[in-house]
């Protein structure tokens, strides 16, 4: 069977294969396979320097100090670190969020109010961004943490996070970023952008799923509290073996999006274009999400008339989600849609197609024939 063109690379994006080349080394007998921790030989050592390395990498990419590099398992448990460390041991703590995080954020923070803290959810602007007077008009003596992602998942418009940070540094409260869908799209620099944590995902950057990191800064000192105990790993902030081979695939994967930041960006700004215009025939398509603070890669649309289960049913060629691939499991309407003002008909209207690295002119150009195509036979057996 040929396989669908990929345009869901918001979900997860394909190993880069000179990523995948590197992480075999770091397996086997004849490989760097020792355990980081090890302190008294060589097979130790040199897991070490590769974590180290690659942590580097990591760094790098988001102009961090590799000190402020915590490994985690992904970005749902760097958001789960972020926040739960950042309110633990804090009575009486408030947390500002948005309604349309990513799950890892919304749902922790859910389990947070259960536990008696006070969370204020922000109802983003029908662009999707939260602007700052948003969060300062939320803030209270009691707010500790203001948690929001820097580009949204489903529909990739970007917040104005340098703002945001600049006052909440003012009041000395915590801000936590999600980047995992800004990381490798768009330039992420902490030293610019006034955050105090930053989650990342490696496989959203062409990496391996199974790891990811969270940045604490270090200056001023950010004190959050471990989830994860035992070992007293990452400077006692995350205990557990590091994965070598994933910490080194994912470090490798970033040192790649930052050499190539500005060749992917161009390229998805280009594809982004081709895209659009090969569906400028079509009537009565609306696009989702802000049409200028974006990144070029998500794109979401909706086709008047036709209802986006029906559209992804008749367009089997494509690989595409109507939604966060967490949320795609039910019919629900996405909850983000909802959050920028969609009623749930123009909800279930909506695709996202995302594109990535491997995306080619041609798998675009078949892509917007489809979409013709299926669209237009949808509508006029209505
Ligand atoms: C994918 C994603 C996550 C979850 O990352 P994992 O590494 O899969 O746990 C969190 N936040 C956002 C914005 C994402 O896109």
Avoid at 11 to 17: E, G, I, K, L
Avoid at 34 to 41: F, I, K, L, Q, V
Avoid at 119 to 124: D, G, I, Q, R, S
Avoid at 268 to 279: C, V
């Amino acid at each position: 069977m040929k396989k669908p063109v990929y345009l869901d690379y918001a979900a997860t994006t394909p190993v880069d294969p000179l990523v995948a080349e590197e992480m075999v080394r770091y397996l086997t007998l004849d490989g760097v396979f020792g355990n980081p921790a090890s302190r008294s030989h060589a097979y130790g050592w040199q897991a070490e320097a590769a974590v180290e390395s690659a942590r580097k990498h990591v760094a790098g990419l988001i102009h961090a100090d590799p000190r402020e590099i915590v490994w985690t398992s992904g970005a749902t448990e760097s958001d789960n670190l972020a926040i739960k460390g950042a309110v633990a041991g804090k009575p009486g703590a408030h947390v500002i969020t948005s309604m349309i995080e990513h799950k890892a954020v919304l749902d922790t923070c859910k389990w947070l109010e259960s536990q008696g803290v006070e969370v204020t959810w922000l109802k983003p602007q029908p662009d999707g961004r939260i602007t700052p007077d948003q969060v300062e008009e939320a803030l209270r003596s009691e707010t500790v943490l203001v948690s929001l992602m820097m580009v949204n998942n489903e529909l990739g418009c970007i917040t104005d996070i340098g703002a945001i940070g600049g006052l909440l540094r003012e009041r000395g409260v915590l801000f936590h970023v999600d980047a995992a869908q800004a990381a490798g799209k768009m330039p992420v620099d902490v030293t610019a952008t006034p955050v105090d944590l930053l989650s990342l995902s490696s496989h959203k950057v062409y990496g391996p799923k199974g790891v990811g990191a969270l940045y604490v800064r270090r200056s001023p000192d950010v004190k959050i509290e471990a989830q994860i105990h035992g070992g007293g790993h990452e400077r006692g902030m995350r205990s557990g073996t590091l994965p070598t081979h994933q910490i080194v695939g994912m470090g490798s994967a970033f040192a790649r999006a930052q050499e190539l930041l500005d060749d992917d960006m161009a390229r998805l700004e280009a594809l982004r274009t081709r895209f659009l215009d090969g569906l400028s025939s079509l009537d009565g398509v609306s696009f989702n999400g802000s049409a200028e603070a974006r990144v070029p890669g998500i794109i979401n649309l909706s086709f008047a008339g036709v209802d986006a289960e029906s559209l992804m049913l008749g367009l089997r060629e494509l690989a595409v989600s109507s939604g966060s691939a967490c949320a795609s499991a039910t019919i629900e309407p996405s909850f983000v849609l909802r959050g920028i003002g969609l009623g749930d008909e123009e909800a279930h209207r909506a695709l996202r197609f995302s594109l990535g690295r491997f995306t080619s002119d041609e798998e675009v150009d078949f892509a917007t024939s489809q979409i013709i195509e299926v669209v237009g036979r949808l509508r006029s057996v209505r």
